[in-house]
């Protein structure tokens, strides 16, 4: 029984004296989805912030990712949960809707100041005369490449545009003597992030334009869109340096050393730098064989909703500029492997001429962000055009313009709401 | 003056009875009949999750009467019905009416057979889209490839992709169906057997007059077990097309894993819900007209 008390005396004392300190200070939460590398960078953000500003505290909670946009919806509007909170930049339009989030204020978050810093594809936050979210780190596209099996080839250095891809993918593929593919040159599909290579970077450098209208309608089926789909296609179906789904998935074949090349974005470097005995490299996207040099990119942002309110808000509009720092886009760098949004930070001489990093920040400079209205059902149009001319033997042409019309109606069905 | 003194004895038992049925009773309308009425009211409704429900009165049923990407579906979990049902069936009770008459390690062989069941569908899922893959990686290719066979598309076909998911999905059931057909021979009395024996009755007579009539409350109970196993197949599909979810090109999505796709992909659990209740609908019927068939008449 004593130690019962002693228990509940203590228990009293530490909530009296909490009381006390929180009377002067402010707690503002933070959320985020559960990965691991983002809650250490965040936990050094935190540090830092609150040794800047000692009045306030920061709590950060973060989810599995499954789980993420459950709880974030149920607890905004019962008054629970964030006061910043980090979103995929995909989802802005559905948060805005739901009155989840407010806006930046233009006073300390000045709409022409950011267009300046920032990377240009982040103005797809941006909605009038403020912006409603902004993000720490990017993420880009490049070419991964074995410098193993480029050795052994006898190739000198990765392709720079989109005929010397083919060829020398042609160099890398081996086949055993049934003509069964068991080295692809280049990993392709569409379930990956090949879908984002067709959309924002080869319909681009055919000439063309892969959505109008604010990505509300699909313009893929068109000279050009036909000339990007022949060209993905092609590399299975005319060159054979390449089998849709070799050795299961593309990063697997890549990282089995059965791949020579494989585009994939930065989120991958953390998890090809564990893999014992892969030497690899990392080079910009191929250009068009006219030069054009284009690339996609995506993001999480981070946003105050609209559960903050007086000091809290203070305090969250304060974090908020420190987590857009130069200072925090350097620490992401370094600890997660994200790029910088900004410029100033991206393009300095050490981040834009790293081995690693360099292309990929270099790529920012030329990216397209896609507007989704739902990734994955967008995804799934193009996977399976792709199907329909690999396994159905549909002409391309046909297959692709099935494919923008099922797109559009996924947008139209989002828009008209 | 009391209460407790005012009730007979049978009501008290009755009291008591409802007292401790109270606990389950409660828990199942929180848990499974409120959350069921709640999702029928969601498939008139339009929800993304985050912003307020809004009537849509029939729409969702509309558009999933339009949609070929649910008829397609539709389509498909019933191919796993018809095929998986029958086929797991047979093959359950044919191991174990032979292993029934096995001595020599009868034990281990069952423990053989039922251990499929008790392994993670998700790891067992994965091994087996593992063997199906093409040269380099499938066991099963690397086979053919060796003895100069072409290499056959397992799951990378809208052809054999379904049949290709299913096979470990009856391998997995087998076990416990292997066993509880084991415990139907078991129940059935040695003294009719006996009997047939000194009437001279063939095999086969006594397997068809005998056995199987006798086992038919056990194979109602399988069939309508493995009916509604099949109905709600999605583990084994999810993890085996992971890159492709009930691909390729639909040909291997089951209902359950169209319901999840729209509704925690798409965001759009209004037309989620309508299919759900769809599929509440099916199980419903197949239970019943199972039932109902295999009555006793």
């Known amino acids: 029984m004593s130690k019962f008390k002693a228990f509940a005396l203590g228990t009293a004392i530490s909530a009296a004296s909490f009381a006390a300190t929180s009377a002067q200070a402010v707690e503002i939460e933070y959320w985020q989805y559960y990965f691991d590398a983002r809650v250490t960078a965040m936990e050094q953000l935190i540090e830092g912030f609150e040794a800047a500003n000692p009045d306030i505290t920061v709590k950060m909670t973060h989810f599995p990712y499954a789980d993420y946009r459950t709880k974030v919806a149920a607890a905004i509007p019962a008054g629970e949960g964030p006061d910043v909170v980090q979103l995929f930049y995909g989802w802005l339009n559905d948060y805005v809707e739901a009155e989840l989030i407010q806006p930046l204020p233009a006073d300390t978050f000045d709409p022409a100041r950011i267009d300046a810093e920032f990377f240009p594809m982040v103005q797809a936050m941006k909605d009038g005369d403020h912006y409603w979210a902004l993000p720490t780190a990017v993420r880009s596209l490049a070419l991964f490449y074995n410098e193993r099996l480029f050795e052994e080839a006898g190739i000198e250095s990765p392709p720079t545009n989109l005929d010397e891809l083919v060829e020398i993918a042609g160099q890398l593929t081996k086949r055993d003597g049934a003509g069964n593919i068991t080295q692809v040159g280049i990993t392709t599909g569409m379930n990956a992030q090949d879908h984002h290579w067709f959309r924002e970077v080869l319909v681009r450098q055919m000439g063309g334009e892969p959505y109008t209208d604010d990505y509300q309608t699909v313009n893929y089926n068109s000279d050009a869109g036909q000339a990007a789909a022949a060209f993905y296609t092609g590399l299975e179906q005319e060159h054979g340096v390449t089998a849709a789904g070799f050795m299961d998935e593309p990063q697997a074949a890549f990282k089995a050393g059965m791949a020579g090349m494989h585009i994939d974005g930065s989120f991958r470097i953390g998890s090809l730098d564990k893999i014992r005995g892969l030497r690899w490299g990392v080079a910009e996207l191929p250009a068009a064989m006219d030069g054009t040099q284009s690339n996609y990119s995506s993001y999480w942002v981070n946003a105050i909703t609209s559960k903050a309110e007086g000091e809290r808000y203070e305090a969250s509009v304060k974090f908020m500029e420190y987590v857009t720092s130069d200072a925090a886009m350097q620490i992401w760098l370094d600890v997660v492997g994200e790029l910088p949004a900004k410029p100033s930070v991206g393009m300095t001489e050490v981040n834009a001429n790293h081995d690693v990093y360099g292309p990929f920040i270099r790529g920012l400079a030329y990216a397209n962000t896609t507007i989704f209205a739902n990734e994955s059902a967008q995804r799934q149009v193009l996977m399976d055009m792709v199907q329909h001319v690999s396994i159905e033997d549909q002409p391309v042409n046909e297959a692709l313009a099935n494919a923008a019309k099922a797109e559009q109606v996924i947008l139209d069905e989002y828009y008209a709401d | ?297």
């Open chain 2, 1 to 297: 003056m009391n209460l407790r003194n005012t009730l007979t004895i049978r009501q008290k038992h009755i009291l008591w009875a409802w007292g401790f049925l109270a606990i389950p009773v409660l828990f199942y309308v929180v848990i499974r009949f409120y959350p069921t009425g709640n999702a029928i009211v969601l498939s008139f409704q339009n929800w993304n999750l985050l912003s307020a429900r809004t009537w849509a009165g029939a729409d969702n049923y509309v558009k999933l009467w339009h949609d070929e990407v649910f008829w397609k579906v539709f389509k498909n979990t019933f191919v796993y019905l018809l095929l998986g049902t029958p086929f797991s069936l047979v093959i359950s009770f044919l191991i174990a009416f032979h292993l029934d008459r096995v001595r020599f390690m009868h034990g281990f062989i069952r423990m053989m057979y039922f251990l499929p069941f008790m392994t993670s569908a998700v790891a067992m899922a994965w091994v087996w889209r593992w063997f199906y893959q093409p040269v380099p990686v499938g066991i099963f290719n690397n086979i053919l490839a060796t003895f100069g066979i072409p290499q056959i598309n397992f799951l990378n076909s809208t052809t054999n992709a379904l049949p290709a998911v299913l096979a470990p999905a009856i391998w997995a059931g087998l076990g416990f169906q292997v066993i509880i057909f084991m415990a139907g021979l078991r129940a059935i009395p040695t003294s009719y057997y006996e009997a047939a024996r000194i009437d001279g009755v063939s095999g086969f007579t006594i397997l068809t007059q005998i056995t199987i009539p006798l086992l038919k409350p056990t194979i109602i109970f399988i069939t309508v077990f493995s009916s509604i196993g099949f109905l709600r197949i999605f583990d084994h599909v999810f993890n085996m097309t992971t890159n492709n979810p009930g691909g390729p090109l639909n040909a291997t999505k089951p209902l359950v894993l169209m319901i999840y796709d729209t509704a925690f992909n798409g965001f759009d659990m209004g037309y989620a819900a309508a299919q759900t209740v769809v599929l509440f609908t099916i199980l419903l019927c197949v239970s019943l007209l199972q039932l109902y068939l295999l009555r006793d008449r």
